[in-house]
DNA sequence: CCTGTATTCAACCTAATAGTTATCAACCAA
DNA sequence: TTGGTTGATAACTATTAGGTTGAATACAGG
């Protein structure tokens, strides 16, 4: 995969066991087997996955006795929403239009709604 | 790369080429010679990148006599939005606070706002 | 110290990616 | 019909991804 950390973050995402991981994270911090428990692959093949998603920041380990709880850091997907917020008026004209429909009332003033 | 139409969308856009070819036909469609152009890589290589585009549905193609014209097309975005829009409050703490303060404000009933 | 549990590392395999060059096809224009 | 331009396809290659198994490491408890 590329160099750039924007390319790097989507590549990691681009995997579904690793963002089911990230999934299971996001309701709170997990082991390893905690992880891979949902999958039918070896702990070898979970820990790799994980250093991907370590490798872009978007994990990050702790230790607890012989267990190394992840947790999960989301701070690199801002820059994947920066990225994606430049293409929004491409696939939500409704929401463009919602947009602008909103402009035109406040504009108008709050008096005036239509209906 | 998995099966699923998120993880093969997040796929395509994980390489710099690629999103610099959205990127150029996000200010309007382009043959394919137009979108090279910025590339140190053979014809066949940007083919191969667009038809990973066309392959998830971001890119279609037009025809115009000797010219295969590439559009843009970002709903498949749609599903990356919505997949980062669940991550959003670990990102957005402001966002997570106002979160928090609805619900709040949900489970005490709309009687009893605070203030 | 020994054992069990949790996790990582190393070596290996296979399939897929990303590039190459060379060939082919479609179209316009003379 | 003969070129010239545009683009796609085929065949090949090197690298990487993603999985495996088996050994190594780290820690807790008896």
Redesign the interface.
Known sequence: ??G?R???T??A????TR?GM?ARL?QGDATVSELAEPYDMSLAAISKHLKVLEGVGLVSRGREAQWRPRH?E??P??D??A??D???R???RSLDMLGRHLETMKQAGPENSDR
Chains 1, 2 share one sequence.
């Open positions: 995969m590329a750039d924007l390319s790097a989507l590549f995402l681009a995997d579904p963002r990230l996001a999960l989301a701070e997907l801002k994947v929403w990225w994606l430049d293409y929004r491409f696939w939500d």
